[in-house]
Every structure is written in structure tokens, then in C-alpha cells.
T-cell receptor
Framework: DGGITQSPKYLFRKEGQNVTLSCEQNLNHDAMYWYRQDPGQGLRLIYYSQIVNDFQKGDIAEGYSVSREKKESFPLTVTSAQKNPTAFYLC???????????FGSGTRLTVV | QQQVKQSPQSLIVQKGGIPIINCAYENTAFDYFPWYQQFPGKGPALLIAIRPDVSEKKEGRFTISFNKSAKQFSLHIMDSQPGDSATYFCAGTGGSNYKLTFGKGTLLTVNP
């Protein structure tokens, strides 16, 4: 079955560490997105990529980095510069048009 | 700047009731307005969507009403069921990058 796989489901990070969240899709979608979800805050866009080897900052990119070396993969690194990284992170991909979004099941990151 | 304002934050109805969730947008470049349903620990899933050239769209028990002049739209859930208990997000998007701007979400509880 086609879909988006995010891993791990739960991740714990010590303060000062960088961590990388994985997002893989086998839908052959060109565009991929990372959103952050906080309670009562909705989803906010971190980074997005519309094509391999190209990506753009979203509304809250500070403290995050991404790469898009393969069409299927769009990993997100949460760096030590992100002061409040505890959140639920959602990856999405899109085939064509605004109606073609598919979301992954998310990674819950907790700083300990 | 919150470009999509959603209300209420939470809503409790009895089975069979008709919960209504309202959204207002600011960006007149938006040309597609989806609603997403999210269950705990899962990613959002597209429920229903509308374009501003129609005033109403119905899919099963879910109806979107759209008022372009007021820049408002709402979701109605007919004959609500306990299984509809979830968080609902409205969103808007426009332009070639199809970035979604989300409202903050409404936690709906349908009591048996």
C-alpha cells in the first residue's frame, strides 16, 4: 500500500542534541512538507520542498534543517538552536493540486 | 499573524446533534478551503473541501457553507455520532506552492 512513513513514532532528546526525524513516501509525490503541531495551536509549516534538491522555509523554520536528496525522502533535523522542540511533527506529501495532501502519522518529540 | 481563525476551541454535543465549526480567513488569495479530521496520535485526513465559487458542498453527513463576501466558511456535521469525536481543522491555500494555512482546531466530543 502507498503511504507516508514517519519514524520513530516517539523520540526523546536531551537538551543540546540534534535529532533527525525520518519521512519516507512511496506515493511518487513531488512535493513534501513538514508541519509542527502544538496543543491548541493548529499546524504550522516548518519547511517544504516541491522538487528534489530544492526546499523553502515555512513560517517557523528557525532551529530546523531539511534535505531533499531523493524524491521519496524528506528528513527533518531539529537542532540545538530550536529552543522549544517538544511537539508533534507531521510530514505530508502532495501529488497535484491542493486536494492531494497525504499526512503521515507523526513523530512525537520530547526534550528530557 | 493568524490568517485563518477557527472557533470554537472545543465543542460537546449529544449523539444526533449538529455541531457547527466556524472559520474566517484574511488572505483573499486563498482559493481552496479543506477541512481535516484528526484522531489522537494520528495525522490529519482530508474530510471535505470547497472552492469559493460555490456556496455549499455536501458529502454524506458533512456540509461546508461558504460566504465569500464575509470571508467565512463553516462545517456542519449532521446526525453526529460518537465516532465523529476528533479534532477538526479548517485550512486555506492558494498559489502554486499549495501551502496550507491551518486554523487552531476544534476538539469535538459527541456523547452517546
Amino acid at each position: 500500500d502507498g503511504g507516508i512513513t514517519q519514524s520513530p513514532k516517539y523520540l526523546f532528546r536531551k537538551e543540546g542534541q540534534n535529532v533527525t526525524l525520518s519521512c519516507e513516501q512511496n506515493l511518487n509525490h513531488d512535493a513534501m512538507y513538514w508541519y509542527r503541531q502544538d496543543p491548541g495551536q493548529g499546524l504550522r509549516l516548518i519547511y517544504y520542498s516541491q522538487i528534489v534538491n530544492d526546499f523553502q522555509k515555512g513560517d517557523i523554520a528557525e532551529g530546523y534543517s531539511v534535505s531533499r536528496e531523493k524524491k521519496e525522502s524528506f528528513p527533518l533535523t531539529v537542532t540545538s538552536a530550536q529552543k522549544n522542540p517538544t511537539a508533534f511533527y507531521l510530514c505530508a506529501s502532495r501529488l497535484d493540486g491542493a486536494h492531494g495532501y497525504t499526512f503521515g502519522s507523526g513523530t512525537r518529540l520530547t526534550v528530557v | 499573524q493568524q490568517q485563518v481563525k477557527q472557533s470554537p476551541q472545543s465543542l460537546i454535543v449529544q449523539k444526533g446533534g449538529i455541531p457547527i465549526i466556524n472559520c474566517a480567513y484574511e488572505n483573499t488569495a486563498f482559493d481552496y478551503f479543506p477541512w481535516y479530521q484528526q484522531f489522537p496520535g494520528k495525522g490529519p485526513a482530508l474530510l471535505i473541501a470547497i472552492r469559493p465559487d460555490v456556496s455549499e458542498k455536501k458529502e454524506g453527513r458533512f456540509t461546508i457553507s461558504f460566504n465569500k463576501s464575509a470571508k467565512q466558511f463553516s462545517l456542519h456535521i449532521m446526525d453526529s455520532q460518537p465516532g465523529d469525536s476528533a479534532t477538526y481543522f479548517c485550512a486555506g491555500t492558494g498559489g502554486s506552492n499549495y501551502k496550507l494555512t491551518f486554523g487552531k482546531g476544534t476538539l469535538l466530543t459527541v456523547n452517546p
